[in-house]
């Protein structure tokens, strides 16, 4: 049997370990999330602080998601997505279309580094509340210039592929991403995410099928599936969401 | 002779393009700064507009830069510097190699995206004027907080690759961007990085290293370099690099 991999992320929320997480739930993939494991196993935060510190072998990463197979070390969702879509039959075949896909990755990455910014848009080291007037600024610019445009590109990457995929015929990791991205927004922005999703029906029947996928059914159901909540990237803060006509 | 490649970013600014031009130019490959050719000629704004407006043919962009080859159209300045780099001997061999330059070069564009964000914290679509004192508060915390945990992790990469480069012996498209990111941070904070610096004796040196090889030479000599200014991702605003203890 493969030896598992091993995936280094905050055991108490989804964040950037979540696009990660379901590339490996996807493909069937043998791993143990380290950081959820009781302390007396090596869980907790301490392994995470480690690598941060520069006190663990291998590739120095910079900070979580960080994936461990054998003596190889990787960090960085993007990149842990494609060297896992690649090894598992997740992502296309051939450079060009490849690097097709670690594009859209990193679009879809892009955007959730703004719905980040939404509620910390001064700094990620700053607590919520002592940015929250900038974070309403960032939140309105937000629903009404960016996701209205961001969402509407990615309809027209699936109108253009042919579907049902955003590569086309075939399930690749940036379908993942796309999925859990829409179900974060969903979460953070019901509201804002409704309106703005009215317009991509391609964008929410392609959430819907990933939902669907016998091994992501089943992970969603099951306890590894962290809940949403005010931790991670996706944060539902109802005063964000909060429309000014209203 | 091959055709060259064809690179469409903003005419007026260094920005996320740099990254691609830096590989482009180590590489002495043959490319057209469409943006930057007269309008007659099919430049200025027109032809990135009718990309991000879907009126371009292949596989669609969100927004610049875009690289395209013949029919191959490829956006994201890491996943263009990729294929660059592994098109032209600047991209290491081997698929564990090739994914840690590109875990480098993702976290060398999300510093990038950090200190954009110090100028425009609530939104790149709003002025600077408009949202300056939150711009205060975030460079404040990027000059104090993130510079001194960023530098010292790309220093102790480069201590554990042995040098000269960021993967070791070989000179790889990461090296020619940590170059730009430390261009940039000296002309947006000039007194902030040269303080985080004093302790980053490898990165300085690096930096050097790039600049001094002849083709990167040449090209900062050229025309072809834009200067940097307030338009792209690195700017100075005095006041955002005035420590508060003056």
Redesign the interface.
């Known amino acids: 049997m493969a030896e598992p991999y091993k995936l280094y992320y905050w055991p108490i929320l989804q964040g950037r370990g979540e696009f990660v997480r379901l590339v490996l739930e996807a493909a069937g993939a043998p791993y143990i999330d380290v950081a959820r494991l009781p302390e007396e196993q090596g869980g907790g935060f301490k392994p995470l602080v480690a690598f941060m510190q520069?006190e663990q072998p291998g590739?120095?990463?910079?900070a979580p998601p960080i994936l461990v197979h054998g003596d190889?070390v990787?960090?960085?969702s993007?990149?842990i997505c494609?060297?896992l879509g690649?090894r598992h039959g997740l992502a296309p075949e051939g450079?060009?279309e490849r690097?097709?896909a670690?594009?859209l990755q990193?679009?879809i990455a892009?955007v959730a580094?703004e719905a980040h910014?939404t509620h910390h848009?001064?700094?990620g080291?700053?607590y919520y509340e002592d940015?929250k007037e900038?974070a309403l600024?960032?939140s309105r610019?937000?629903l009404d210039?960016?996701l209205p445009r961001?969402l509407p590109?990615f309809e027209?990457?699936l109108e253009?592929s042919g579907g049902p995929w955003l590569m086309g015929e075939t399930l690749a990791y940036p379908d993942l991403s796309l999925f859990q991205l829409a179900e974060g927004l969903a979460y953070a922005f019901p509201k804002g995410f409704a309106r703005a999703a009215e317009s991509t029906p391609l964008i929410l029947a392609l959430r819907d099928r990933v939902a669907a996928l016998p091994r992501i059914a089943a992970y969603l159901e099951s306890e590894r599936r962290l809940p949403f909540n005010e931790h991670g990237v996706f944060r539902h803060y109802p005063e964000l969401d909060a429309h000014p006509a209203e």
Not at 59 to 62: A, R
């Open positions: 520069g590739h120095p990463p910079y190889f990787l960090a960085q993007a990149a494609a060297y690649q450079e060009g690097m097709h670690l594009q990193l679009t892009d580094d910014n848009p001064i700094s080291m700053l940015q900038a600024a960032a610019n937000f210039e960016r961001l590109y027209r990457v253009r």
